[in-house]
């Protein structure tokens, strides 16, 4: 199983912007697809951002388009999620989640998860 580590959530005011970090063993991260979930309380885990381990491309939910950018850093291990113009609806348990399968924006697909990371945004 991959040990995957969130880090970076905490409270932000609405507008304001958060980096949610993905700590992953030696070379995960250019092996597996990686994604970023959240689940909001009394909400069903929905799907944020992935990123491809092949050729890096990524998807978005609609919800966050043009607002988070997932990225990854193959030397330090490490997968990113830049969280801008957050508002009160992201708030949320964030997830790093991780899959050999396919690059999918669905759960059920990703095998190894992280304990998650807390992002409130005030209103």
């Known amino acids: 199983q991959v040990q995957l580590a969130e880090s970076g959530g905490g409270l932000v005011q609405a507008g304001g912007s958060l980096r949610l970090s993905c700590a992953a063993p030696?070379?995960?991260?250019?092996?597996?697809?990686m994604g970023w979930f959240r689940q909001a309380p009394g909400k069903e885990r929905e799907f944020v951002a992935s990123?491809?381990?092949?050729?890096?491309?990524?998807y978005y939910a609609d919800s966050v388009k043009g607002r988070f950018t997932i990225s990854r850093d193959s030397a330090k291990n490490t997968v990113y999620l830049q969280m801008s113009s957050l508002k009160p609806e992201d708030t949320a348990v964030y997830y790093c989640?991780?899959?050999?399968?396919?690059?999918?924006?669905?759960?059920?697909?990703?095998?190894?998860w992280g304990q998650g990371t807390q992002v409130t945004v005030s209103s």
């Open positions: 030696r070379w995960i991260i250019s092996i597996y697809h």
């Open positions: 989640a991780a899959t050999r399968r396919v690059h999918s924006t669905t759960d059920r697909e990703y095998d190894d």
């Open positions: 990123i491809s381990r092949s050729d890096g491309s990524t």
